[in-house]
């Protein structure tokens, strides 16, 4: 059971993700009738590159477990397709696919709850070896691969390979999931909140293990996080979502020296300074992030933008281009679009806090 | 805490709000034992704002809940715990209920362990200003609406009617925090209230308690493990290692220079904006269990300069300028 080598060369995106759409129905009354539909994920396209780091941001409930999941196929979309390494997923190999069976091998993914994740009565060793056994790799060699991961996320094997997870603190439990996730050589890693749970101790450590254990395997990874200094030092681009949707996707240095969406630009200045002598009198934003139950039309960040207009309640923004693969959906971004800023988003106020507070 | 940690103060001492002396705090049950705060010494002044910053495990909720005597039966507490000059450990039953609420409140990270289900948001502020108070009904309706303007709750009059489920989290922190000034209170302990928040509900969060605290003059003891919300929020920090406090000083001066070998791991480990391609430093190792009460400094296993004379005992606070302070046997003392 070797890596599998890479097919459409380096230039050919890894994975391609096109219209991705994923809506829970929300059941109620007496015949559990659908009363409303969850837009958790919402036509989501976008690329990931063959060794980068693609870091995902955006507030609780804005769609990014979910976007993991049907990345992982954990669960299938409603609509929209994958392309892996050139193979659409999901589709038999006589029709040119990628069966699930095959696309899983080589996607895993690391969960935020270290705790929930590891069988509470195996040693962790049998924990990283189960997933080789299964894919064929005989007992022995895979408690070598286990105890081979097990050194290469910085926990001694002698000491800690028959170890459970209750005797393991919360750092040492995620390593053993990162090694656990990397068992079957994937190519995609996919970790969502991986650092999220960690004390900040802890969650250096895991940081430079992740880069690290990337260089020495070859890997590419999809980053989930809520925090954005975190995706700042981890990703190559980054892609921002807002209520299911891609607002803005850029190079990580596009996306946080120049941010174009405004709510790109509200959540950047949310963080907060790291220097007393700098602090804020504003938010940047007033308000929730909206339920994503019924989402508003249009710009379905309108509702908090200090700029918007009839058009963005009236239409949805096309994706403009920024150039250099920095794109946005904003209409202040299109000179077409009708807004009285259009085609010049960089003209309006810099992000910063006093600037970008609406009244209440 | 000595003298040497008080500010100078041109005028006469003003009397501390809170006044923790050698408070230890230990959870002896069949199965284990854990001595989650061993000796710590606190002052926090009238109106001022103190962030206690730590890891997981360091002792910071049960420091807080030891404030209100809000500690399960079998914790066994020691020291002394004054708050307004009156020791809360010799406080009866009717006198701490009186006591919480009118003097000290608190607020947590899910507001739904402070907030009741069952009763909309109005009625259970307005309840708890009756008790309290012996205001009349409409009197305290009045209070209410105050409450929810004060805490900038949009369209506030409606909100009154809403039961807290109705709430999205930002405005359910803020009700929690309506409920918890309700009777305004002079001290305001808050436990990781911004943790659970996104980033642009949580600076919200944090700068109308900023604001609320100035406005009412309020002592606030505000616990969080993240530098940043301290740095937006506090007057001065305590960062407790382990059950201790290992340093304290004014928020600027501990960012821009920490004494403490932990307190520079924890900002060097800290990923600030713009790190990118910097090998991230790390404190390698992971706090003691507290099975027992540490002897001797309990970094000391995870710290660089470690040497002998850390080994021989628990450091004592030193004191190299006024005002900042730190438990380690590198930093000088005046
Ligand atoms: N199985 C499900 N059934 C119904 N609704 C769901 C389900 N899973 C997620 N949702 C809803 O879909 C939306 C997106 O959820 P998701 O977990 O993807 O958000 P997220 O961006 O990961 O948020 P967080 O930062 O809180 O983890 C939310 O409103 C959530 O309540
Ligand atoms: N009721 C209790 N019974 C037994 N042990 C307890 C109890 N409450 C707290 N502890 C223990 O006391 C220690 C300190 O806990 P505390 O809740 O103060 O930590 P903390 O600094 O607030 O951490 P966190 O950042 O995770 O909230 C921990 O080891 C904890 O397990
Ligand atoms: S007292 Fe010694 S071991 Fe402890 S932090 Fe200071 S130098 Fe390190
Ligand atoms: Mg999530
Ligand atoms: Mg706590």
């Known amino acids: 059971m070797e890596p599998i080598l890479d097919r459409g060369g380096p230039a050919q995106p890894l994975l391609a993700v096109k219209g991705l759409v994923k809506h829970f129905p929300l059941k109620g009354g007496l015949l559990g009738r659908t009363q409303a539909v969850v837009r958790a994920v919402d036509n989501v396209e976008f690329d990931v590159l063959k060794g980068e780091t693609l870091g995902i941001v955006g507030e609780s409930g804005c769609g990014k477990s979910t976007t993991a999941r049907l990345l992982m196929r954990l669960m299938d979309p409603d609509a929209g397709s994958m392309i892996f390494d050139g193979e659409t997923v999901g589709v038999n190999e006589q029709a040119g696919g990628l069966t699930l069976r095959d696309y899983r091998r080589q996607v895993q993914m690391v969960f935020q709850d270290s705790y929930a994740s590891l069988n509470p009565r195996l040693p962790i060793e049998e924990t990283i070896a189960f997933a080789p056994r299964i894919h064929g790799l005989s007992s022995a060699d895979a408690v070598t691969r286990a105890r081979e991961l097990l050194a290469a996320v910085g926990l001694a094997p002698a000491s800690f390979a028959r170890r459970y997870p209750h005797e393991l603190s919360g750092g040492q439990r995620q390593r053993i999931n990162i090694a656990r996730a990397l068992a079957l050589r994937p190519k995609l890693v996919i970790l969502d909140e991986p650092v999220s749970a960690l004390d900040k101790s802890v969650e250096a450590q895991v940081l430079n293990l992740l880069v690290d254990l990337k260089a020495e395997f070859g890997l590419t990874y999809v980053f989930i996080s809520h925090d954005l200094n975190v995706v700042q030092y981890i990703s190559d681009r980054v892609l921002v979502m807002y209520l299911g949707e891609v607002v803005e996707m850029g190079p990580v240095g596009a996306i946080y020296d120049r941010p174009g969406h405004p709510y790109t630009r509200a959540l950047l200045d949310s963080r907060p300074s790291m220097d007393p002598a700098m602090r804020r009198t504003k938010p940047p934003l007033t308000g929730d992030p909206p339920n994503p139950v019924n989402p508003p039309s249009g710009c379905r960040f309108r509702t908090r933008c200090p700029y918007a207009e009839d058009v963005c309640a009236a239409r949805k923004p096309l994706m403009a281009d920024l150039g250099g693969g920095h794109i946005v959906s904003c209409h202040m971004a299109s000179p077409e679009s009708g807004h009285s800023l259009a085609g010049k988003l960089y003209e309006v106020p810099p992000p910063r806090a006093d600037v970008m507070g609406v009244p209440a | ?334």
Do not use: W
Not at chain 2, 3 to 29: I, N
Not at chain 2, 213 to 241: P, S
Not at chain 2, 242 to 267: D, I, K, W
């Open chain 2, 1 to 334: 805490m000595s003298a040497v940690l008080k500010p100078p103060s041109p005028t006469a001492e003003v009397q501390p709000l809170v006044k923790l002396r050698d408070l230890s705090v230990t959870f002896a049950t069949r199965d284990r034992t854990v001595h989650a705060v061993n000796g710590i010494d606190l002052d926090l002044a009238p109106g001022e704002v103190l962030c206690i910053l730590g890891e997981s495990g360091s002792g910071k909720s049960v420091t807080l809940r030891a404030l209100m005597k809000l500690l399960p039966k079998f914790a066994r507490v020691s020291g002394s715990i004054e708050v307004g000059g009156r020791d809360v450990t010799k406080m009866s039953e009717r006198q701490l209920s009186n006591f919480r609420g009118t003097e000290v409140a608190m607020i947590f990270q899910e507001p739904m362990t402070a907030l009741d289900p069952v009763f909309t948001i109005g009625r259970q502020i307005a309840e708890t200003v009756q008790r309290h108070e012996g205001l009349s009904r409409s009197a305290a309706t009045a209070r209410a609406l105050e409450l929810l303007e004060l805490v900038q709750i949009p369209s506030a009059k409606r909100r009154l009617d809403a039961y807290p489920h109705e709430l999205s989290g930002g405005l359910r922190q803020r009700a929690m925090i309506a409920v918890a000034l309700a009777c305004r209170p002079k001290l305001l302990l808050a436990d990781e209230p911004t943790t659970a928040l996104d980033a642009t509900v949580q600076i919200q969060v944090l700068l109308l308690l900023r604001e609320l605290q100035e406005r009412l003059g309020m002592g606030v003891i505000f616990v969080t493990h993240d530098l940043g919300v301290a740095g937006e929020i506090a007057d001065r920090v305590a960062v407790m290692y382990a059950g201790r406090v290992v340093e304290e000083g004014p928020v600027a001066g501990l960012m821009a220079g920490p004494l403490h070998p932990y307190t520079q791991g924890l900002l060097g480990a800290t990923v600030h904006a713009g790190m990118r391609g910097q090998r991230l430093t790390t404190i390698p190792g992971a706090p003691p269990t507290l099975d027992v009460v540490p002897t001797v400094c309990a970094f000391a296993p995870r710290c660089s300069f470690v040497h002998d004379e850390c080994l021989a005992g628990v450091p004592v606070l030193r004191s190299p300028t006024p005002g900042r302070a730190a438990r380690c046997v590198l930093v000088p003392d005046r």
